[in-house]
């Protein structure tokens, strides 16, 4: 089966790939360096000619709120109307849990890209995935403020980015399941308990302040937004095994 891959050399594309060509299909990596590009439309006809499925992980350059809405209308868009010319029928994408309880204009972007997929006619699934272990260190430097890093006191449950291809490719040889599925890690955190936790193991000296009153993606938090509401699929690595395969 051609699965193509938008955003195929990226940190989740690159592995989604990978797991697809060892269980036999042809997937094929696409982005702008290989001539591909969901903004304009260049190259999309010709990447999804003899195509069954298509992977969005495409992502904007910019996360302003008015750059990242009208990057997935239009990328999504784009996407949509040259799949139903070549006839794919199945459009699989990689949401944020938590994407329409968090008030943040990434979030909302997220969810505009969501209800284009459900509306368009055609077989669709939308895996929505926590964070990744591999964006700790983002996470970390976003909420620091003259040396200090503040996190609030909710609940966290992080994924390796290889259980989150792993799921992807999973769902992208499956059939369309008209239906959102989550993903998570195998363990929960305190939010602030694990950017403490990942600081620490490298050295990093940062204080890590608790913090109620601190924002994520410029949002304030509650509780249950950063983890599964209902049931969830879990990965396999956990968070020390993660750790050790980085050393």
């Known amino acids: 089966m051609k699965i193509v891959v938008i955003g195929g050399t990226g940190l989740v594309g690159s592995q989604v790939v990978r797991n697809l060509t060892e269980h036999g299909h042809e997937a094929v990596a696409a982005s702008p360096q290989s001539g591909v590009n969901t903004l304009t439309g260049e190259g999309l006809a010709e990447v999804l000619d003899g195509a069954q499925v298509v992977v969005d992980l495409s992502n904007s350059p910019s996360f302003a709120e008015e750059d990242v809405t009208g990057f997935f209308r239009t990328s ?46 055609n077989g669709w699934s939308i895996v929505r995935s926590t964070q990744f272990f591999e964006f700790l260190n983002a996470i970390a430097d976003e909420a ?34 008209d239906a959102t599925i989550e993903i998570a890690g195998p363990e929960a955190f305190g939010f602030d308990e694990i950017v403490r936790k990942h600081l620490a193991a490298k050295g990093d000296e940062r204080e890590v302040r608790t913090d109620p009153e601190a924002t994520y993606f410029g949002a304030r938090l509650e509780d249950k937004e950063l983890v599964p509401l209902g049931e969830a699929q879990l990965g396999e690595v956990s968070y020390e095994q993660w750790r050790a395969a980085q050393a």
């Open 144 to 177: 620091t403020v003259d040396g200090v890093t503040h996190v609030a006191p909710v609940r966290f449950q992080p994924i390796a980015s290889a259980d989150v291809a792993r799921f992807v490719a999973r769902t992208a040889a499956g059939t369309p399941l």
């Open 76 to 121: 999504t868009t784009n996407l949509l109307e040259a799949e139903a010319t070549a006839g794919v029928q199945h459009h699989v994408i990689l949401s944020i849990v938590g994407a329409d309880g968090i008030d943040a204009g990434y979030m909302r972007a997220k969810v505009l890209q969501e209800n284009l997929v459900k509306d368009s006619g």
